[in-house]
């Protein structure tokens, strides 16, 4: 298994992409998930306490990219899944009627990835999410998605995710989720 460099890595799109601590920077996180996903105010709100309490899990990881000035304009984190957590319990149904429920063991749950909408199409999620996956000590790695074609869907699909179950409905979701997994490494572009 390949695992990140330990340090932050310049790139050639004006960013850095390395460890992120995300509860020191969870506000700053929050603002660019409000404005990739459109968070209103009280959303941002319970966000925060849901972020802080999965960064309390063993196994959390998180990975940020920052601009050259500091200003953080992407993000990933995820952890090592529980079928426990709200998440499992969820999606645990719609995996067991696809017969995917084994998916919910030995895997490294993708929580969020967001960037900012001034610095997308420039493979900033890309290398987020390869760069967090690539240190997952699971050998594969779940996700939910919005169930339609948006380019994060796409995203997923060219590295390897394929859809396990569809249409999750979660809780005060209006729109329906697609739960996606994939082994690991992920797929990598073709030189």
């Keep these: 298994m390949s695992h990140?460099?330990?340090g932050p890595s310049p790139d050639p799109r004006g960013v850095v992409i390395g460890p992120l601590d995300l509860a020191a920077r969870v506000d700053d996180a929050l603002a660019v998930q409000a404005l990739a996903f459109g968070l209103t105010d009280d959303e941002i709100g319970v966000r925060r306490h849901i972020v802080l309490r999965h960064l309390a899990t063993p196994g959390a990881r998180a990975l940020g990219a920052t601009s050259e000035t500091g200003r953080l304009?992407?993000?990933?984190?995820?952890?090592p899944n529980h079928?426990?957590?709200w998440w499992s319990t969820v999606v645990a149904p719609y995996l067991r009627a696809e017969g995917h429920e084994g998916w919910?063991?030995?895997?490294?749950?993708?929580?969020?990835?967001?960037v900012h909408p001034g610095h997308q199409k420039r493979g900033i999620g890309r290398t987020l999410i390869t760069e967090l996956t690539d240190g997952a000590a699971q050998?594969?790695?779940i996700l939910s998605a919005i169930d339609a074609a948006t380019p994060a869907h796409g995203l997923y699909r060219e590295l390897g995710y394929r859809d396990l179950a569809r249409p999750v409905h979660f809780p005060s979701a209006q729109s329906p989720y697609v739960v996606m997994g994939a082994h690991l490494p992920l797929r990598r572009r073709r030189a």
């Design 4 to 6: 990140p460099a330990e």
């Design 104 to 114: 919910l063991d030995d895997s490294f749950v993708i929580t969020e990835l967001h």
């Design 73 to 79: 304009v992407g993000f990933v984190y995820g952890l």
């Design 83 to 85: 079928r426990a957590h």
């Design 139 to 141: 050998p594969r790695s």
